[in-house]
C-alpha cells in the first residue's frame, strides 16, 4: 500500500518522458488528492466550516465541509482532501437511479419525461415513496431498506405516481440534511 498521506501533499512526480509526451515541463508535482465528494466540495469552493453542496447523481449526497471530525452514527464523517479539514455526508444510494428505475418501468423516456409527466400529479392524493431501491445510509443505515409505495388507491394515476418518486428523492436529500444538523453542524451556506 502506498503511504497516508493528506490530500493536497505532493506524493511523487510526473515521470520526465510523460511530462514531454504531454507538453508539459518537469518537474510536475503529483498531489495524494481526495475522494469525489471532497474534490467536488473544492471545485465548488466548500472549504470552510458549514459549507455544503447538494450532488443529485446515480446516489445522492449531501456534503458539509467541517473543521474537525464530527462523529454521528447516522452521517458518514471523513476527512477532506485539503489540510485540517473534515466532511460529513449523508447518502441516499439510489437517489436519482430512482428516477430511471420508475422510468424503464413506465417505458416514459426518461427523466424529463418523468418530471414532466409529474406536473400533471394531483399532489394531495400522490402515495409516498421510499427511495432506498439498494438499502439506505443516511439516516437509517440499513443495506436491507427497501423502497416502498404506500397509499396506492385505484384512482392513482401515473402522474401522482411519477410525483411521489420525485418528492421522495427530495425528501430523502432532506432527511440527509436532517440527520447532519442533528449532529451540530450548522449549514452556513450551500451550493
Known sequence: FPRLAEGSAAVGSLRPAMAEVLG???????????GRPASIAV?????QEGMAYLRLGHGSVV???TESA?????????????PNLGSQLGVA????????????????????ALMLRAEAASKETAPIFLPYLNGTSTPYNDPRASGIFFGLTEETSPAEMAYSVLEGVAFSAADSLLAIQDSG???QRAS
Open 24 to 34: 508539459l515541463s518537469h518537474p510536475v508535482l503529483i498531489a495524494a488528492g481526495g
Open 63 to 65: 456534503f458539509v465541509t
Open 93 to 112: 444510494p439510489t437517489g436519482m437511479a430512482s428516477l430511471d428505475w420508475w422510468s424503464k418501468i413506465q417505458n416514459s423516456g426518461g427523466r424529463e
Open 185 to 187: 453542524t450548522i449549514i
Open 43 to 47: 471545485g465548488l469552493g466548500a472549504l
Open 70 to 82: 464530527r462523529l454521528c452514527p447516522s452521517v458518514r464523517s471523513a476527512g477532506h482532501c485539503l
